[in-house]
């Protein structure tokens, strides 16, 4: 097997046909295919293109890739401006609600005072109870003076003054 191994690799993989009879068999392989030291020639392929390739589609994968990434990034901020949009409104919302009961208990404020004012006396109770007041208080004084009651009241000491 070691001698098949080395007779396809002499003659360039190319398998050796058995010679004609009266024939001499050389060693040497026929003109048309290279020896097996020189390299064989393949497409020619510049050494930059081979690396260009490679590095052209890498970057064009990393530009793809990029995309991608940007395309995700306009829809999380879509996606958050949308859900900023609604957080404002139920903001918003909860302000006008708050407002609503503040001004529930305002109106309920509002309301016990009215309530406690309407109870107060009116203008005419209140100037009848002055002059009713005025007039008891000038009886009682005369009253006072006339039954001599005014001895019970204890004098307030006078203090000279020097």
Known sequence: MADDAQTKTDQGF????????????SS?????????????????VPPAKVTAS???DQLARIEDKTARIEDKYARSEALLARVEEKVEGATQRMHDAARQADLVALRSEVRGIAERVRK?????????????????????????QRLNLDSYIPQRPTTTQQ
């Open 28 to 44: 040497a392989p026929p003109p048309s295919v290279p020896p097996a030291s020189a390299p064989l020639p393949s497409a020619p």
């Open 54 to 56: 490679p590095m052209q």
């Open 14 to 25: 190319i398998p050796a046909r058995p010679a004609p009879a009266g024939t001499p068999t």
């Open 120 to 144: 107060a006396p009116g203008t005419g109770a209140l100037i009848l109870t002055a002059i009713i007041t005025a007039v008891l208080t000038v009886i009682l004084t005369i009253a006072v």
